[in-house]
């Protein structure tokens, strides 16, 4: 499998061990930065890494920012990705398993560096349920990529195609 890696400064520190886990997983790793601690924004890292998963040069997505609060709410952002929050094994592969999540997103300040093999091994391993609750529940998902809010009072419509 071919697994997106991006971290913003903060995530720096742990990203090493998260490649070094992937890779011994047999997987291979597309970088896609930062290399330093040198300040960077983690939207544009996290919208680096996951364009990798939508193009389908990878299959999944790894993001490590400090807490790993704002790669998760930049990568659910963009169409098509499902990202899920992963500082334990059980949120790495349940996120996969009942919500198809191709990125998850780690905090290098809250993830002790012996749990990340656990975790990405998690992650990588966990295949999608697929029976008809989680079928159901990620088309609706999906769906969400296609809302639009307008008129400041909650009102939805869906973008037209």
Not at 8 to 27: N, Q
Not at 104 to 121: E, K, N, T
Request: proline share 4%.
């Amino acid at each position: 499998m071919k697994v997106a890696l991006g971290a913003d400064h903060a995530g720096f520190p742990l990203k090493d061990e998260v490649r070094k886990a992937i890779e011994a997983a047999g997987h291979q790793v597309i970088d896609c930065g930062t290399n330093s601690t040198d300040p960077v924004d983690f939207p544009d890292i996290t919208q680096a890494t996951c364009k990798k998963v939508v193009t389908g040069e990878a299959e999944r997505a790894i993001l490590v920012c400090g807490t790993g609060q704002g790669g998760v709410m930049a990568a659910n952002k963009i169409p098509g990705i499902r990202c899920g929050f992963a500082h334990e094994t059980y949120s790495a592969h349940q996120s996969v398993e009942h919500d198809n999540a191709n990125a998850i997103a780690m905090g290098a300040w809250l993830v002790p560096h012996a749990l990340v093999p656990d975790i990405v091994s998690a992650f990588l391993n966990a295949r999608f349920d697929n029976d008809e609750d989680t079928r159901r529940r990620v088309t609706k998902l999906n769906a969400m990529d296609r809302i639009e809010v307008t008129g400041g009072h909650g009102e939805e419509e869906e973008k037209s195609k």
